[in-house]
């Protein structure tokens, strides 16, 4: 089983539609969780983090199921910038002496005009 | 200007060459991360260093070599490598402390010929 599991896509969707991405995660001592962006032939960039009580940042909102060891997350009125790979990343610590910080394999978001 | 810095950002080597990847981060972080991204994979996670101290190597071959000779600097040493290593390498770094992200440099585009 993949560490870190998501859809990989594409999701082509039109403009001002709602999207969400889930993933899941094998270790259930992972300790903080992420989302990234990666546009094409660039580097990931944090899109945010992912808390318990879930967080929300503008059109975008990401919850954590740590029960499930399900995260997801929901853009709503979707642009046509936001046409991007979206990774899932988890955080694991090992007694504070090591940091792994392990990625999904990304879903591919295409926003139609 | 970017918090993490990689050079160079393309380089294409044959098989029986040595070249080194330089990373430096000006965030001051304490973990610094390699990680593999070939075309349509995930992110790979190749090695880890917090403090100075490299506390993963994911499975590595003995061809890429890491070094970190401070808390800022991080190479990865290449030689004799082989045509499958062709891909982007990315360097990270982030506060080896729960919750923190990752800030990613650009990335070095690798062609082994």
């Known amino acids: 089983r993949k560490e870190v599991e998501q859809d990989p896509g594409p999701f082509n969707v039109p403009e001002g539609a709602t999207v969400a991405f889930n993933c899941t995660y094998s270790?259930?001592?992972?300790?903080?969780f992420f989302w990234y962006r990666q546009d094409c032939r660039k580097e990931p960039k944090l899109l945010m983090s992912?808390?318990?009580s879930g967080n929300e940042d503008g059109r975008f909102t990401a919850q954590l199921n740590r029960a499930s060891q399900y995260i997801s997350l929901l853009i709503r009125d979707s642009k046509l910038s936001d046409s991007a790979t979206y990774l899932c990343?988890?955080?694991?610590?090992?007694?504070?002496?090591?940091?792994?910080?392990?990625f999904g394999t990304g879903t591919l978001l295409a926003v139609q005009p | 200007e970017t918090g993490v810095t990689q050079t160079p950002r393309h380089l294409v080597m044959g098989m029986t060459n040595k070249k080194s990847l330089k990373c430096e981060q000006h965030l001051g972080h304490n973990a610094m991360y390699w990680y593999k991204q070939s075309a349509k994979k995930p992110l790979e996670l190749m090695f880890v260093y917090n403090f100075k101290e490299q506390t993963e190597n994911n499975s590595v071959p003995s061809r890429f070599s890491p070094e970190c000779p401070n808390s800022s600097h991080l190479f990865l040493h290449l030689h004799t490598l082989q045509p499958e290593d062709s891909a982007l390498y990315l360097c990270?770094?982030?506060?080896?402390?729960?919750?923190?992200?990752?800030?990613f440099g650009q990335g070095t585009r690798l062609t082994v010929v």
């Open positions: 990343v988890v955080k694991e610590l090992d007694g504070g002496a090591t940091n792994k910080l392990i």
């Open positions: 990270a770094s982030s506060q080896g402390v729960r919750g923190a992200e990752a800030f």
């Open positions: 270790n259930s001592a992972s300790q903080s």
């Open positions: 992912v808390y318990s």
